[in-house]
T-cell receptor, first 112, second 111 residues
Framework: NAGVTQTPKFQVLKTGQSMTLQCAQD?????MYWYRQDPGMGLRLIYY???????DKGEVPNGYNVSRLNKREFSLRLESAAPSQTSVYFC???????????FGDGTRLSIL | RKEVEQDPGPFNVPEGATVAFNCTYS??????FFWYRQDCRKEPKLLMS???SGNEDGRFTAQLNRASQYISLLIRDSKLSDSATYLC????????????FGSGTRLLVRP
């Protein structure tokens, strides 16, 4: 029972490079989320998808795009990476948007 | 002011101690409440829900005070393995995005 799976677990990029973080859940959840967490700070919501076919901006969407590919998968794309995007990225899912979330184990991203 | 506020700590307590954390929320439309636990460099994990009447799960007790808009988590007989950051989570029903996370309270249990 995998739950929420994120790939890759670690990545180092150069400024200006692009990449996509992948997230998949096998719990048949409707809602999915992307967060970033910086040292000493709480979780900040980047984008979320309340249900398949919808996406909405969260607290810190600038510099990111998302795609809800299907019910299982929700990807996060950095088009032109910047050092300020160095962070730990967590994907989460929940049965619906008013229920507690289950998290993946994170992607540690460093941008040089 | 943040919508969900927690004392960042750290709370440094000896093994066996009882420790309590509070979390205050500002939006009266908040409807459901949870505590998560996050170990260093790991993902947050759901610890327990918080019910209006208060609820207990082993050494952990959660309480809700709607009038004063705060929730609390009490940990009895602290173990070394309880060392972690505890996140307060509030669900509000008046927006499309409903889960609001606090920044967390760090607990260190020493031998």
């Amino acid at each position: 029972n995998a739950g929420v799976t994120q790939t890759p677990k670690f990545q180092v990029l150069k400024t200006g490079q692009s990449m996509t973080l992948q997230c998949a859940q096998d719990m048949n959840h409707n809602s999915m989320y992307w967060y970033r967490q910086d040292p000493g700070m709480g979780l900040r919501l980047i984008y979320y998808s309340a249900s398949e076919g919808t996406t909405d901006k969260g607290e810190v969407p600038n510099g990111y795009n998302v795609s809800r590919l299907n019910k299982r998968e929700f990807s996060l794309r950095l088009e032109s990476a910047a050092p300020s995007q160095t962070s730990v990225y967590f994907c989460a899912s929940s049965p619906n948007s008013n229920q507690p979330q289950h998290f993946g184990d994170g992607t540690r991203l460093s941008i040089l | 002011r943040k919508e969900v506020e927690q004392d960042p700590g750290p709370f440094n307590v000896p093994e066996g101690a009882t420790v309590a954390f509070n979390c205050t929320y500002s939006n009266s439309a908040s409807q459901s409440f949870f505590w998560y636990r996050q170990d260093c460099r790991k993902e947050p994990k759901l610890l327990m829900s918080v019910y209006s009447s208060g609820n207990e799960d082993g050494r952990f007790t959660a309480q809700l005070n709607r009038a004063s808009q705060y929730i609390s988590l009490l940990i009895r007989d602290s173990k070394l393995s309880d060392s972690a950051t505890y996140l307060c989570v509030v669900i509000r029903m008046d927006s499309s995005y409903k889960l609001i996370f606090g920044s967390g309270t760090r607990l260190l249990v020493r031998p």
